[in-house]
């Protein structure tokens, strides 16, 4: 018993030569109600921190940020971006908490906490980013699911950010939507993150709107869905002989341009297109894949319509293809004249061809496993 409450006093305060030296940090404005979506708020602390340190991940870079969509291919590198330079982060989640935790130590200890949520309720959504002075809202999806469709996904729920935002005083709102994106467009993906712009807009026009082209990196569902393609038995179809131009950016790329808008302070009300460095065709990035793993080139091309019409039958079943991917692997990436791009940011793109074979590598036979890719 007495040992107990020895533990619990030891708890309670720190030395004095640690409470003299070490700024205090205040803490993360949201716990976890674990059978509940709604997060409840606990100690209010001011809308922004001095920042302390050298500035590495045990410093305090003054950014406290709420991160929607975390736990997807981009999210992880954007926290963990974050985590290197010293910032208390709030990532909500849904669904079970093993989907997020891997993203606990992206930060120093205490710096991450976690808040089980709906996107449909805005309650939640208030509360999440009261405390924070920057907002990034990586939500999205593909294609529509069972729980979301692609327009509450990418305009309802980006309304509802911008909007908490607004009302909370946040400083900085980081929206990430796509290039190419056009409400015109025959894409509903490409569709609705236009409109998802606009709403954002509509609630918080300081937001400042990334628009990457295709993101690429060890866990895409880019490369390695070409990749994995390696194994049909009459090759990988290209729509009208894969004339169309990409330019793919790596996944590193994009978190680095993010930590530089926030360095900025947010860039406010300005767009920024995150492309690659090179352009290519579909067919060159198809060839440079399977010069990558070793196995023989087969493309095949079909036209625009069956390879469409293919595509929506293949989405029945889980081979990484739907109708609308389709559409979307069928259009040329296109930069808007004038705006800012990676390289506005002090961001130097690095080349496709310097980390596919980490990429790829898996996909190799053993007999070729540790070849470099020839210049």
Not at 56 to 77: D, E, I, M, N, P
Not at 133 to 146: A, M, P, W
Not at 243 to 271: C, E, F, N, W
Not at 360 to 370: I, N
Request: charged content about 20%; hydrophobic content about 40%; proline content about 5%.
């Amino acid at each position: 018993m007495a040992m107990a409450t020895a533990v619990a006093a030891a708890g309670r305060r720190a030395p004095a030569l640690a409470r003299a030296s070490v700024p205090r940090v205040a803490s993360v404005g949201v716990q976890q109600k674990r059978f509940s979506s709604m997060p409840s708020a606990i100690d209010p602390r001011p809308a922004t921190l001095a920042s302390a340190g050298a500035g590495g991940r045990s410093s305090v870079s003054g950014v406290v940020a709420t991160v929607f969509g975390a736990t997807g291919f981009l999210g992880r590198y954007i926290v963990s971006r974050l985590g290197q330079i010293g910032s208390q982060m709030t990532i909500p989640y849904r669904g079970c908490e093993l989907n997020a935790r891997h993203l606990r130590v992206s930060a120093d200890l205490g710096q991450v906490i976690f808040a089980d949520y709906s996107v449909r309720d805005e309650a939640a959504i208030n509360k999440l980013v009261k405390h924070s002075n920057v907002v990034i809202n990586l939500i999205g999806q593909d294609d529509n699911s069972r729980h979301f469709t692609l327009e509450e996904a990418h305009v309802g729920a980006a309304r509802r950010i911008a909007r908490a935002c607004a009302n909370n005083g946040v400083e900085q709102l980081i929206h990430f939507s796509s290039l190419n994106a056009h409400p015109d467009s025959r894409s509903q993906f490409l569709k609705t993150k236009a409109l998802g712009e606009e709403a954002v807009r509509e609630e918080f026009p300081a937001a400042t709107i990334v628009r990457p082209s295709t993101i690429y990196g060890l866990e895409d569902r880019f490369l390695n869905q070409y990749a994995q393609w390696a194994s049909l038995p009459l090759g990988v179809p290209l729509i009208d002989n894969g004339s169309q131009d990409k330019m793919p950016v790596y996944v590193r790329d994009v978190a680095a341009g993010v930590t530089q808008i926030i360095r900025l302070g947010g860039a406010p009300g300005q767009t920024f297109e995150f492309v690659g460095r090179d352009v290519y065709t579909n067919a060159e990035l198809v060839e440079l894949v399977f010069d990558t793993i070793r196995k023989p080139h087969r493309a095949v091309p079909v036209p625009r319509p069956v390879f469409e019409l293919a595509a929506r039958v293949v989405g029945l079943v889980p081979l990484g293809m739907s109708k609308d991917r389709a559409i979307r692997m069928g259009i040329d990436d296109a930069t808007t004249a004038g705006l800012p791009t990676l390289e506005s940011l002090g961001v130097d793109p690095v080349r496709l061809e310097r980390q596919i074979v980490g990429i790829l590598r898996r996909f190799r036979s053993h007999a070729h496993h540790d070849e470099y890719l020839e210049e």
